[in-house]
C-alpha cells in the first residue's frame, strides 16, 4: 500500500485528465497507458481499481457528456457533432449515446430545445435523469 | 455575524514539496511557517494578502489514525478532495505560459467563459486549482441548471 498506492493514483489520475483534455482526439489505450507509465493490460485494470470504470468508458462518458452540450447549444448536424467529439463513426455515437443517455442524439436535442420554453423550475423536475426506469423503457431496452 | 472568511484548507502529502509548488511555482508567499510541535502551521497566501490564507496540512497521527491517514492520502492522489481553490491573475495567458515552463501539470488551458477566463492546473499531490481572470463587471449566470451546465467544462 501507501507511497506505491498514491504513486499508482496519481499516475492514472494523469491518464484520467487526459481523457477529460483530449477527449476529442483518436486517444487509444497505448497512448493513455504511456501517460500513465504502465503497460496496457494493466492500466485497464488499474484505472479500473482507481476510478471504478474502465478508462474506455470513462472516455466514452466524456464524449457524450461534450456531445449532449453541443446538441443543446449549437445548430451542428448530430454527424458534425458525433466527430467532432471524437466518435470514428455514426452507428457507434447513436447506440453508445443512447446507452449511456437513455434516449439518441436526435430525441434528445428535441427535448433539450423544448426546455427553453418552459419555466426554469419545470426544466429541473422533469429533466433530471431517472432512477425509474422509463429511460430505458423509453429506449427500448 | 460572520465578517470574513480568512483560511481555508488543502491536504498535502509533504509540506517541503507543497512550499515549493505552491510558493516556488506559483509565487504564493508564505504567511505563517510555524513548528508548533504537534503540527507545522504553514499557510500561503497571494502576494499581499494576508486576509485570506490556505493552510497546507499534512494529514496524520495523532489527528487521524494510520488507516485514515492512508484513505486521505489515497483521495487526494485521486484526485478526489475537491479543489484547493481559485486564484486571481491579471493576465492568465502570460501566467499559463510562464507555469507550463516551468512544468505544471495542466487539465485545462486558458478557457473563455461568462465569468471571465480560467485554466485548470493540478499541484503535485492530485489536488485541483484554478487560475483566472474575471470578466469586468457584473457577472450573469446562465439560466436554468441543464440547458447552462455543459459550459462549464
Redesign the interface.
Known amino acids: 500500500?501507501?507511497r506505491a498506492?498514491?504513486?499508482r493514483?496519481?499516475f492514472?489520475?494523469?491518464a484520467?485528465?487526459a481523457i477529460?483534455?483530449d477527449y476529442a482526439e483518436p486517444l487509444d489505450i497505448p497512448t493513455l497507458a504511456r501517460i500513465a507509465c504502465v503497460s496496457e493490460a494493466h492500466f485497464i485494470r488499474t484505472f479500473r481499481a482507481?476510478?471504478g470504470e474502465t478508462p474506455h468508458r470513462y472516455l466514452q462518458r466524456r464524449r457524450v457528456?461534450?456531445a449532449?452540450?453541443?446538441l443543446?447549444?449549437t445548430e451542428s448536424s448530430v454527424t458534425e457533432i458525433c466527430f467532432d467529439v471524437g466518435f470514428r463513426s455514426l452507428g457507434s455515437f447513436t447506440r453508445t449515446f443512447t446507452e449511456i443517455v437513455g434516449e439518441p442524439p436526435t430525441t434528445y436535442r428535441w427535448r433539450?430545445a423544448d426546455?427553453?420554453a418552459v419555466p426554469?423550475c419545470f426544466?429541473?423536475a422533469w429533466?433530471r435523469p431517472s432512477s425509474f426506469g422509463e429511460a430505458r423503457t423509453a429506449a427500448g431496452k | 455575524m460572520i465578517t470574513a472568511h480568512t483560511h481555508s484548507q488543502v491536504y498535502v502529502l509533504d509540506q517541503d514539496e507543497a512550499l515549493d509548488f505552491y510558493v516556488g511555482t506559483l509565487g504564493l508567499e508564505v504567511n505563517t511557517d510555524a513548528n508548533l510541535g504537534f503540527m507545522r502551521w504553514l499557510t500561503v497566501q497571494a502576494p499581499g494578502h494576508p486576509e485570506h490564507q490556505l493552510l497546507l496540512e499534512k494529514p496524520g497521527p495523532p489527528a487521524h489514525d494510520g488507516e485514515t491517514a492512508e484513505q486521505i492520502r489515497e483521495l487526494v492522489t485521486k484526485g478526489a478532495l475537491g479543489m484547493a481553490g481559485i486564484f486571481v491573475v491579471d493576465d492568465v495567458h502570460k501566467v499559463y505560459e510562464e507555469l507550463v515552463a516551468k512544468g505544471v501539470e495542466f487539465t485545462e488551458e486558458p478557457t473563455e467563459r461568462f465569468y471571465g477566463t480560467d485554466c485548470g492546473l493540478r499541484d503535485p499531490f492530485g489536488n485541483a486549482l484554478r487560475i483566472g481572470q474575471p470578466k469586468e463587471g457584473p457577472v450573469e449566470f446562465p439560466e436554468t441548471g441543464e440547458v447552462a451546465a455543459g459550459d462549464w467544462s
Open positions: 500500500m501507501s498506492t498514491e504513486e493514483n496519481r492514472m489520475l494523469r484520467r485528465d477529460d483534455r482507481v476510478f457528456e461534450r449532449m452540450f453541443l443543446r447549444e433539450a426546455l427553453r426554469a426544466a429541473k429533466t
